[in-house]
């Protein structure tokens, strides 16, 4: 079986009571491991036995002095692990696969046609971004092509944030009116 330490007394009244995050902090890093083991050995999923088990010490943390009330705090990690294990089996968890397990059947659904049908609208968006004025064009691109922040962008262009988040509106306003046109 897997060997989780159980407390002392005087730890549970240091974690209950104390709120002593340190002797919490070591009974965690010495049982962890073993409760993921035991986790695992039920529901077969990695992923999902690591949260039980920080579930569970999140609960033993949260008690606060219901802990001093429990006589044998290792009994009660195995017990609550096993019904948290149960209770995600009987609701038929979702298993977590690498993607590289399926990689040969990943499907490429574009065909040619919608490839081409994408070029053609991406090259229409584009014309519409060229038609914007200057600075609004330069903020649009900074924050949505970039991916800067309206700050990042006021920063580079010389510009207040405010100005940014109006160039922004006049761009979108504008992309919509000439994109909706061109339908």
């Not at 696969?97 to 968006?125: F, G, M, Q, Y």
């Not at 990042?152 to 109006?166: F, H, L, P």
Request: proline share 2%; aromatic share 10%.
């Amino acid at each position: 079986m897997y060997d989780i330490k159980d407390f002392s007394e005087e730890q549970k009244h240091r974690i209950a009571i104390m709120r002593d995050e340190y002797v919490f902090k070591q009974f965690f890093i010495q049982n962890i491991a073993m409760l993921e083991q035991y986790a695992f050995s039920i529901i077969k999923d990695a992923c999902h036995a690591e949260d039980v088990a920080s579930e569970v010490f999140w609960e033993i943390w949260n008690m606060g002095s219901k802990l001093t009330q429990i006589k044998s705090v290792s009994a009660y990690l195995y017990r609550a692990t096993k019904n948290k294990c149960l209770n995600l089996l009987r609701n038929k968890i979702v298993r977590y696969e690498p993607v590289e397990v399926h990689s040969n059947t990943l499907v490429d659904d574009l065909s040619p046609e919608a490839l081409l049908i994408s070029v053609e609208k991406t090259s229409e968006i584009e014309r519409a971004i060229d038609q914007l004025p200057p600075k609004t064009k330069e903020a649009f691109l900074l924050v949505k092509d970039c991916r800067m922040t309206y700050k990042q962008a006021a920063e580079a262009m010389g510009i207040a944030v405010k100005t940014v988040d109006r160039h922004i509106q006049i761009a979108v306003a504008k992309l919509y009116f000439l994109l909706k046109e061109k339908k």
